[in-house]
């Protein structure tokens, strides 16, 4: 094959690189943009609660989805997960200091949404 055919290519096939700031922000959206995850974290403002107390505060989140979440933010460490000494097994979640840093964008995008996208309709014009 032609080198300046290899060349091109491999060219078209890397795909650009983003600043690494640009990166670690597609990543936060990525993250907080997954159905329930922004809701978790809000519920979690609250203060620490157990399984039943987080499902308890974001209606319509089954047990499924809010497992599978609660281990995703975890596992990123917006969450965390302990078990209080003693007779009771019940883990607690809390937000870390990661997810109380998250808190001051989140009720930016939160007030942003309120006033672009209203709770019915379509977005509101201004």
Known sequence: MNPSR????EHRSQAPRLPASLLAADRAFALMGRRW?????AALAK???DFAQVRDRIPGISDRMLTERLRELATVDLVTRTVPPGPSSRILYALSSHGDAFLIPL?????WA????PA???PASH
């Open 6 to 9: 290899c060349a091109q290519r």
């Open 37 to 41: 995850n922004g809701l978790i974290i």
């Open 47 to 49: 203060g620490p609660a």
């Open 107 to 111: 009720a930016t995008v939160i007030v």
């Open 114 to 117: 309120e006033d672009h996208f």
């Open 120 to 122: 019915t309709g379509s």
